[in-house]
């Protein structure tokens, strides 16, 4: 750039001193300093601009490396849920084939002799039926969906209300 010391400075003034003369060097200085105003006005708005586009770049930049990753993450999530499920299908196949295996010697077996003790397994429902594993597996995941609810209330014995006087 332009090196203006202030010896340059004071000798271009005085040259403009002797070429304007004294009555149109006050408004030649006004009209320097206006121009000298627009062009560092003009300088500041382009530098904005450009810095204003870096940093919408920046941040394009920064949303498809945000993208990427979130990419990434899901990708490892389905890989997990898969392998969950995997496992949990083998799991349910070691742990049903028992049941099957009994649930088949069960009904291979043929009608059980009677007891003399009465006929108690008469009474009991079909063995198989009752180790064999549920088809469907609950969506809910309910543990206790097979548990008899609790009774009702009325059949609960009637509580007493304490008493709250000497009687």
Not at 12 to 33: D, F, M, N, S, Y
Not at 68 to 96: D, F
Request: proline share 9%; aromatic share 2%; charged share 25%.
């Amino acid at each position: 750039m332009i090196e203006l010391s202030f010896a340059k400075l004071l000798l271009l003034a005085l040259v403009a001193l002797i070429v304007l003369g004294p009555e149109k060097l006050p408004g030649a200085a006004r009209t320097a300093g206006a121009l000298l105003r627009r062009v560092r006005q003009g300088w500041d708005s382009v530098r904005a601009e450009v810095e204003r586009e870096l940093e919408v770049e920046e941040i394009r930049r920064a949303a498809r490396e945000a993208a990427a990753q979130a990419e990434a993450a899901q990708a490892q999530v389905r890989e997990a849920v898969h392998g969950v499920r995997e496992a949990a299908e083998r799991t349910r196949a070691e742990v049903s084939a028992p049941f099957a295996e009994a649930a088949e010697a069960l009904s291979g077996a043929g009608p059980a002799p009677a007891d003399a003790g009465g006929g108690r397994d008469a009474a009991k429902p079909d063995a198989a039926a009752a180790i064999a594993p549920p088809d469907e597996p609950d969506p809910t995941g309910d543990l206790f969906a097979d548990a008899p609810a609790a009774p009702p209330a009325s059949a609960a014995a009637p509580r007493k209300e304490p008493t709250h006087g000497g009687a």
